[in-house]
């Protein structure tokens, strides 16, 4: 029952995968995060489960894995920075369905700052993240853990070296630590009490482990898809922009050429239809006839109008100058003037709410667009959590992804 539940997952996003089409150019430029993600797919393929050891260095990240392996595969020393790069092994686990690499990682304050990001993303790309602390957190970690926590990651901390404190110590640095992390999370602290550590570890993995591997594959892969957009929008913003212009030139030249018509902006749905259309066909995004329809919908017509009515009530001087430039390629040098103020408020307004359409359509393509029928995060959605701390964590990736898509700038 449970394992045909993770290889739908996994067939549903290959399948989502395999369905976006990437120009030459996005494929090198994401060449080192596509290849990641397609390891990741290899990992939940094969139910894979990774998880990373994080920390800064000392902490005892190398001896702690190694008491988990029974084996001394890591190399630890009383010096700090013993661990030069990111090391993986297998933990065989009696009874366990997934396979289960650990990866231990070089402390995170004792590379340099390139590295360090490497590191970093090496380990965020990871299934789990188990976060060592060897006493309370100092304002380092903390960073470090809310950048996990705001990139979505599930992460449990350690607190190792507990013989070198007395049990109401341990006590109130476990106080501290979790008076310092996000309240509705209930991030686990857990004391390296050796053999109960790894029991506690063990269950988490038995119950949770096929969620992680699941939900974080789906998580890489709407995080790829986000850069992908967004990245396409950035290169395409000129020819979009231009487009715009082109599309509230006809409009203004249309005012100019039937200056005696009232020229109903609201109400010139074609062109406008045929500008969002012009808009996905830039970004490559495939919208069907239906879509169009919904961004319609979507773009609330009065946010038009509010744009509109403040160009109407305001004409500036200015943006008549502009549309009588604009509009004469267009009208064969004929000129708006001597139509009378109606026709050039007329041009302006249809040349402004031609662009705040085009923005909003630009913004709407870009939030709506799909590579197929399944994207990973309606996927992600979709499923259902009974336990209320992967579902308090979900909604901190969510919110936090939409706070990051900063369009604004990107925007035609
Ligand atoms: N007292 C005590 N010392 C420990 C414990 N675990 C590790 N150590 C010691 O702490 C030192 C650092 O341990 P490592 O495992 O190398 O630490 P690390 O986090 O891997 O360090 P880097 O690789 O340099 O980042 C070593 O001298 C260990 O013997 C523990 O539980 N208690
Ligand atoms: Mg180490």
Redesign the pocket.
């Known amino acids: 029952m449970k394992e045909l539940k993770i290889n739908k997952k996994y067939l549903l996003l290959k399948n989502w995968w395999e369905n976006i089409e990437l120009t030459n150019y996005e494929k090198s430029f994401f060449n080192s995060e596509i290849i990641s993600f397609n390891q990741q797919l290899f990992r939940f393929k094969e139910k894979q489960i990774r998880i990373g050891v994080y920390?800064?260095?000392?902490?005892?990240?190398?001896?702690?894995l190694n008491s988990l392996l029974e084996k001394d595969i890591?190399?630890?020393?009383?010096?700090?920075?013993?661990?030069r790069e990111i090391q993986s092994e297998f933990w065989t686990l009696k009874d366990q369905t997934l396979n289960i690499e650990l990866l231990?990682s070089?402390?995170f304050d004792?590379c340099n700052i390139k590295f360090s990001d490497k590191v970093y993303s090496c380990i965020n790309d990871s299934d789990l993240v188990l976060f060592?602390v060897s006493g309370d957190v100092n304002r380092n970690e903390l960073n470090k853990i809310s950048s996990l926590i705001k990139d979505g990651k599930k992460i449990i901390i350690i607190l190792?070296?507990?013989?070198?404190f007395n049990k109401n110590d341990l006590k109130e640095i476990k106080e501290n630590i979790k008076s310092k992390l996000p309240k509705d999370l209930n991030i686990p602290i857990i004391l390296?009490n050796g053999k109960n550590l790894k029991y506690y570890l063990t269950k988490i993995i038995n119950q949770y482990g096929e969620i992680f591997l699941t939900l974080n594959s789906l998580q890489l892969a709407d995080k790829l898809f986000l850069k992908i957009k967004e990245q396409r929008l950035k290169r395409r913003q000129k020819l979009a922009q231009s487009t715009i212009g082109k599309f509230s030139t006809i409009k203004a030249s249309a005012v100019a050429l039937n200056p005696f018509i009232l020229f109903d902006v609201a109400g010139s749905f074609a062109l406008d239809t045929a500008l969002i259309r012009e808009l996905s066909k830039i970004y490559g995004l495939k919208l069907k006839g239906e879509s169009t329809r919904k961004i319609f919908k979507n773009i609330s017509i009065n946010n038009l109008y509010l744009g509109v009515t403040q160009v109407g009530v305001n004409t500036s001087l200015n943006l008549i100058k502009k549309v009588i430039l604009l509009s004469a390629p267009f009208t064969n040098g004929l000129s708006l003037l001597p139509y009378g103020p109606i026709a050039i408020i007329q041009a302006a307004i249809a040349v402004q709410s031609t662009k705040i359409l085009g923005k909003l359509a630009a913004k709407e393509i870009f939030i709506r667009s799909k590579a197929s029928f399944m994207d990973p995060a309606i996927m992600i959605q979709n499923m259902t959590f009974h336990d209320p701390d992967i579902y308090n964590h979900i909604n901190i990736y969510f919110s936090n992804r939409n706070l990051n898509n900063n369009f604004v700038s990107i925007l035609p």
């Open positions: 920390g800064k260095s000392g902490v005892g990240k190398s001896s702690f890591f190399k630890t020393n009383i010096i700090n920075g013993t661990t231990d070089p402390g004792f060592l190792n070296k507990i013989d070198l390296n």
